[in-house]
């Protein structure tokens, strides 16, 4: 069976010879069950890409002369998975975290001289690199960029890495030859982190971090408010000092915050809502204790799909605590949760070996009762919606950017593969699955 | 048809109930069912001890007396032959927050104890169960200035917010000594560069003066800037600085101090320091040697807050004598006890035990020992109008003793806050063998989950 499904993958890679360059502008899908997502689903029926984008969709819709029409008898098309938080196509992080700022001069006081490693307040903007942006530094060349389309997904947010405040993450189609074709929205959110080790000196503790983001905010809305009165009539006016940090501050459309435990989620539930910018808090494998809070603070929420699982080197004669083990065999349960409160979710592959264990990981919460249609919308509209792209991405609609995912089978079933993905209408043939993984990594 | 209807009503509204996490019945209900604690040995605090009851409606102490009438609808607790004290306050402690000590400044007054509870910590449970009903949550000892502290009631069950004492005034941590200067020395920082000033306690009062002095200069900021605005003038308000505004709220009298001290001469120093900027130190937290300087701290109107016995861990507490307290209260000194306890509550399961101590070393009475855990304490934390005794209109918070509460032989039976049962010694040893059995049930489960998966693993 499986060398069957090899051999017609041959066969139409031979036949079709397609690679993203050569598609043809205009492409019709028929006789395909297609999952519009936004609308129903149709049994069997059509989809016309033209120029890029999805022109038409629907059961009586023929393809247009001159298209290229490619049979999809027991094809499956979804809008494009969308991987809500990844670092695709960005640099490897940089060994150790430091205050990227340059220390400022100090205000006359108890501290002496600071060398410029060492943060001795929130004036010298520790960890922070709020200027970057995904964007600015995609490398199209990235090769985990193949992998990740190759497991079906078309998008991904992907963000830079860094230490307290790393920089702005962008929106990016998983196909393109340059980082400006890739790129679907530039500021999709501002990634910030609570873990202080490695900043050097201030701030060295988890309330030290959140006192630095509350005076960093303040900061901002000071500088923005000394930089209108400044344009407005600078005459006489001390010009305020230009502050790349606190520009990327107010550029922000919205953060995203780490958090994996109730209390957690419930702490930056606290904090988004005095940051006020619309948050989403990634991590949630407790979510389903919190989804009250989540619900209130209406937030959104990224899921972290490496389910916590047993350490392998636990010490036998440790005693896990009851909340570990619940948090262990609940965690799995949180997507269903989600859905039933109505807060925004989606899934992120971030800590997998490879980007197609992301499926593998949310069929888990599927057999524990976490509904395949809501496991699609959060894979595609619903992540697309949280980073405000559901416009232009997300669901198969007229108008919208063509980015299919077209499967074999179902997706979640355990045969189904993946048969090709169209992104910005240009067609990619998945690579051979790689070996599988030694053993020692597999699990890791 | 109509009682079937009602029944099924009501069990869809206990569902409901149960599904709402962190909701107690009571609240559920919309109201608290009121109390009434009878015939136990009542120790009020403010009026002395006496067999009666203690009535409760909506969270409070309505009455208390050898004869009272039970409100309506209350639940009745039969307590003849135990005693009933007000829930203990510990005046210091660092209990339920995942964070400590910010400790990369020598002023972190920025940081807030408040960001980082974690309302989850098994230790709130503990000192519950040990009849601690509030806790003054400090920041750690490692800079002359720390974080701000928060208030917190033992509401085990309720998320962070539902934690906080919503009256307690606000309140910031100072440290004196060892703990402040041993940051600036050579052998904890390394490099020369990256060392934290002060390193001697002259620098601690360097730090402490001249945080002060800044504070009054964006005072001053502010104070013209609204000038000018008030003017009618274009002018740019002042950068907000989270370091100083807390230090203004001491210098203007809305901010409690509760600084962290040892020996006698920088008790001395912080006292005219304070006076010197014209404010007062709400609490001396240790005070090892408070005995030796107590009637000045009396006259400062600085209250104390001290360990029972505990000395000579280290060079600045070799001087420290179990009378302190007794000493400190004879000299017209407002004392407490408290634990300093961090993750555990290891001293709050029994900081009635604490109190006993000063009977024993110091001769005071029984009532002046359990003000020491309860009404001293709420005092100095500016809370005495809500608890800290047994009076009408005082939350209601309670605590069931099996016998003298100073007593070591003596254990907790039930704890209320605010009305509410919140432990109960039965059902705790109930709820244990749930938690153990349904423990026991994961445990199972993951090792077969393994079991099952162990074969039909491959590579896909």
Redesign the interface.
């Known amino acids: 069976m499986r060398r069957a499904t090899l051999s017609v993958l041959a066969v139409l890679c031979a036949v079709m010879a397609a690679t993203a360059a050569e598609t043809p502008s205009l492409v019709a899908i028929q006789n395909a069950r297609i999952v519009t997502v936004s609308g129903a689903t149709l049994e069997k029926g059509t989809v016309v890409i033209a120029g890029g984008l999805i022109r038409e969709v629907g059961e009586s819709v023929t393809p247009p002369a001159g298209a290229w029409v490619i049979d999809g008898a027991g094809l499956t098309v979804y809008p494009g998975l969308i991987d809500a938080f990844s670092a695709w196509g960005q640099p490897a992080p940089p060994a150790g975290g430091r205050p990227a700022a340059q220390p400022q001069p100090r205000?006359q006081?108890?501290?002496?001289p600071?060398?410029p490693?060492?943060?001795?307040?929130?004036e010298d903007r520790p960890g922070t690199t709020s200027w970057v942006k995904a964007a600015d530094q995609l490398d199209p060349a990235d090769r985990r960029i193949d992998a990740a389309r190759s497991a079906g997904f078309t998008t991904a947010v992907t963000f830079p890495s860094g230490s307290l405040i790393a920089g702005h993450g962008a929106v990016i189609n998983l196909g393109g030859e340059s980082a400006g074709e890739m790129v679907v929205h530039p500021l999709a959110g501002l990634r910030m982190e609570l873990n202080a080790r490695g900043v050097?000196?201030?701030?060295?503790?988890?309330?030290?971090v959140?006192?630095?983001f509350?005076?960093l905010w303040?900061?901002a809305a000071?500088y923005q408010?000394?930089k209108e009165?400044y344009d407005k009539?600078p005459a006489g006016l001390a010009r305020p000092a230009y502050d790349r940090a606190l520009e990327g501050i107010l550029e922000a459309n919205r953060v995203v915050l780490p958090a994996v435990?109730?209390?957690e989620l419930?702490?930056m539930a606290?904090?988004a809502a005095e940051l006020r910018k619309p948050a989403i808090l990634r991590g949630a494998h407790d979510a389903y204790?919190a989804t009250?809070?989540l619900k209130e603070a209406g937030l959104s929420v990224i899921v972290n799909v490496k389910w916590p699982a047993?350490p392998r080197d636990l010490d036998p004669q440790v005693e896990e605590s009851?909340?570990t083990?619940?948090l262990?065999?609940k965690a799995p349960t949180t997507p269903a949760a989600l859905a039933a409160a109505g807060i925004p979710f989606a899934f992120t592959s971030e800590g997998l070996d490879a980007p197609r264990d992301l499926i593998?990981a949310v069929k888990k919460s599927i057999d524990l009762g976490f509904k395949r249609e809501d496991a699609i919308h959060a894979l595609t509209l619903g992540a697309a919606r949280i980073y405000g792209v559901d416009n232009r991405l997300g669901s198969i609609e007229p108008g919208k950017i063509a980015n299919l995912t077209v499967i074999k089978g179902e997706l979640f079933d355990s045969m189904a593969r993946v048969q090709m993905v169209f992104v910005d209408g240009k067609k990619y043939d998945p690579a051979p699955e790689p070996p599988?993984?030694r053993r020692g990594e597999?699990t890791r | 048809m109509r009682i079937r209807t009602a029944f099924i009503l009501l069990c869809c509204a206990w569902a409901l109930a149960a599904q709402q996490p962190r909701r107690t019945l009571g609240e559920a209900l919309g109201k608290k069912q009121p109390l009434l604690i009878q015939n136990a040995t009542i120790h009020t605090i403010t009026k002395g001890a006496f067999t009666g009851s203690i009535s409760v409606v909506d969270g409070k102490i309505a009455d208390v007396g050898e004869k009272i009438l039970a409100p309506a609808g209350a639940k009745i607790i039969n307590a003849s032959g135990k005693h009933v004290i007000p829930g203990m306050i510990d005046c210091h402690t660092h209990i339920a927050i995942d964070a400590i000590n910010e400790g990369s400044v020598s002023v972190s007054s920025m940081t807030s104890v408040a960001d980082v509870v974690n309302a989850e910590q098994r230790s709130i449970y503990y000192a519950l169960a040990g009849g601690v009903t509030t806790g003054n949550v400090l920041h750690g000892s490692a800079n002359a200035i720390g974080g701000l502290n928060t208030v917190l009631k033992m509401r085990w069950g309720k998320d962070a917010g539902g934690l906080v004492m919503a009256e307690a005034p606000p309140g910031i941590k100072f440290a004196l000594g060892e703990n402040p200067k041993r940051q600036g020395m050579a052998a904890q920082q390394g490099s020369q560069a990256a060392r934290r000033y002060p390193g001697t306690r002259m620098g601690v009062e360097d730090v402490i003066r001249q945080a002060f002095i800044d504070a009054r200069a964006y005072s001053f900021q502010w104070k013209s800037y609204e000038q000018s605005r008030a003017k009618g003038e274009n002018v740019l308000p002042p950068r907000r600085d989270l370091k100083l505004e807390p230090l203004v709220e001491v210098l203007e009298g809305k901010r409690l101090v509760h600084a962290h001290s040892y020996r006698a001469d920088e008790i001395l120093m912080l006292l005219r320091l304070a006076e010197e900027f014209d404010f007062r130190i709400a609490t001396l937290q240790h005070v090892l040697e408070g005995y030796k300087v107590a009637k000045e701290i009396a006259e400062h109107g600085a209250g104390a807050s001290t360990f029972s016995d505990w000395w000579s861990y280290k060079v600045e507490a070799f001087d420290a004598i179990p009378h302190n307290a007794a000493l400190l209260r004879e000299k017209g000194v407002l004392v407490s006890i408290n634990s300093d306890d961090a993750s555990g509550a290891e001293i709050m399961r029994r900081l009635n035990t604490e109190a006993a101590k000063a009977v024993k070393y110091g001769g005071v009475s029984d009532n002046d020992a359990l003000a020491m855990v309860t009404l001293n304490p709420a005092k100095q934390l500016g809370i005495d109008k809500y608890v800290g005794s047994i009076e009408p209109g005082k939350h209601a918070d309670l605590v069931i003793y099996d016998g003298d509460p100073l007593s070591i032989y003596s254990r907790v039976e039930k704890v209320f806050i605010d009305g509410e049962q919140y432990f109960d010694r039965e059902t705790d040893a109930m709820l244990r063998r749930e938690l153990d059995a349904q423990k026991k049930g994961l445990l199972e489960k993951e090792k077969l989950d393994e079991r099952q998966r162990t074969p039909a693993r491959r590579p896909s």
């Open positions: 205000p006081g108890q501290e002496q600071a060398a490693q060492r943060s001795w307040g929130p050097g000196g201030f701030p060295n503790s988890l309330m030290g959140i006192a630095y509350r005076q303040l900061d000071h408010q000394a009165m009539k435990t109730r209390v419930e702490r606290a904090l204790r009250a809070a047993k009851y909340r083990l619940e262990r065999d593998a599988p993984a597999e």
